[in-house]
């Protein structure tokens, strides 16, 4: 099929402008619920670092390097305590570690995960926020984004664990993924597997690997193009999708305030990608999510996404059969050997979500043989983003989820 650049983009903008037409004729009035302080909005422009203070915890920055040179920022909340058990939390596509605290204490994971005695690290990949810098490339060029969620499980998480193992001394690490931040941790295990001993348990939280039934209308979308790169790269005019700035946040602040009537319309947008659940979304932090996220990726990990779903199943990157053959040594990119994960493994999937959806997680479990258990959350509504995001995110899946972990604590202190 020929597809010009024009044709693409006209697709894209018809398809824009129905979202905001069903916007308009089903969710013009939204309820206005609670009072918004300045307090909560202030959270918008605040750094991860400063939110967890601002909410009296501690927090640490940590600089880690890459085997291929980039710096990665990596945010700690560190336990008063000796001996406190270490967690790994890595967050998912187009965010960052803010996603883990935005909820504030008692709601984010972060921090019922440090009120529970835990050593809180949370990764940021490649190329988010917090994370765009390299020895010698600089972020305006090409050459920096030449990556997708491979490198990032391939180079950024083995630093990021290996740097955690080195400061606290512990044998191993509990892990924690959300989509994917659970799809770097395939890639890693499965080629190094080394790293198999490291990790003491892993939970993951909208585990994404095979994505043949996704619903995501914008995965799906990309998908037919993924074959074209130039074009699509071309298309979304740089290396880099959706920066996070101070644009991006003064557009979500004014869009998303609770009496503005165009809060639905944002939400609808941020929810295109992932699934939709108003009776989990707390409006009130809307603005505060649109601060923070999209916190910035590379192009290619969203085209590396969009091979997947075409391909329906999960394998490296495609560069096409010419480069393939050179990087690969065959035509085809190779299939991530999912044989290799031997660390225990716990999915929690929900029926609503459009990324991670049932079916996909069942084959997945049926293919990683380090599987102990895979839980679905008890809510028909609950979708991708609710995973860290619901209201009753506590009572749905966290308290399941430190139950679980609370097993293999000994494993991960001194
Ligand atoms: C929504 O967020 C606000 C601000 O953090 C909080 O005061 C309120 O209790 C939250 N509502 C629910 C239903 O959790
Ligand atoms: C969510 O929590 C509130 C109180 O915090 C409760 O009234 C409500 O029933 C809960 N909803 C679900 C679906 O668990
Ligand atoms: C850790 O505790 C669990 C029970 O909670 C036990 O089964 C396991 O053997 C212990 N492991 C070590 C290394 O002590």
Not at 44 to 60: H, M, P, Q, V
Not at 211 to 240: H, V
Request: aromatic share 12%.
């Amino acid at each position: 099929m020929f597809c010009s650049p024009k044709i693409v983009f006209s697709l894209a903008l018809v398809y824009f402008c129905e979202i905001i037409h069903a916007v308009e004729y089903n969710e013009l009035y939204s309820p206005h619920s609670e009072y918004t302080s300045n307090d909560i909005l202030e959270d918008a422009r605040l750094d991860t670092f400063s939110l967890i203070r601002k909410y009296g915890y501690n927090c640490e920055i940590h600089r880690v390097y890459t085997e291929d040179k980039y710096i990665l920022e990596m945010h700690r909340i560190p336990s008063s305590k000796e001996n406190a058990p270490v967690v790994f939390l890595q967050h998912g596509l187009l965010s960052s570690s803010a996603e883990w605290v935005l909820m504030t204490p008692g709601r984010g994971l972060a921090y019922i995960l440090a009120d529970a005695g835990y050593d809180v690290w949370m990764g940021n990949a490649r190329g988010n926020t917090y994370s765009r810098r390299h020895t010698s490339l600089k972020p305006t060029s090409s050459a920096f984004w030449k990556f997708s969620w491979h490198e990032i499980g391939y180079y950024d998480l083995p630093a990021m664990i290996d740097y955690v193992l080195k400061e606290t001394k512990v044998p191993k690490i509990q892990y924690i993924g959300f989509s994917q931040g659970t799809t770097v941790f395939w890639v890693l295990m499965s080629t190094r597997p080394e790293y198999n001993e490291k990790v003491a348990a892993m939970q993951a939280l909208a585990p994404v690997a095979y994505i043949g039934n996704i619903k995501s209308p914008l995965i799906k979308a990309i998908a037919p193009f993924t074959n074209s790169l130039e074009i699509i790269l071309k298309i979304l005019g740089t290396n880099e999708i959706l920066p996070n700035g101070k644009i991006n946040e003064l557009a979500g602040q004014k869009l998303c305030l609770e009496e503005a009537i165009t809060q639905s319309i944002c939400t609808n947008i941020l929810f295109l990608i992932c699934g939709f659940n108003a009776d989990q979304l707390n409006t009130t932090m809307l603005p505060v999510v649109m601060g923070h996220t999209p916190a910035g990726a590379s192009t290619r990990q969203l085209i590396h996404f969009g091979q997947l779903y075409k391909s329906n199943k999960f394998v490296q990157f495609d560069h096409g059969w010419l480069t393939n053959k050179r990087i690969y040594g065959t035509f085809k990119p190779p299939a991530y050997n999912l044989e290799a994960i031997k660390s225990p493994v716990f999915l929690h999937y929900a029926d609503n979500d459009w990324l991670s959806t049932p079916k996909d997680v069942k084959k997945l479990a049926a293919k990683i043989t380090s599987v102990v258990g895979t839980f679905r959350v008890p809510l028909a509504k609950f979708n991708h983003l609710d995973f860290v995001f619901a209201i009753n995110a506590t009572e749905l899946i966290y308290d399941r989820v430190l139950n679980i972990m609370s097993q293999f604590k000994n494993q991960t202190s001194n």
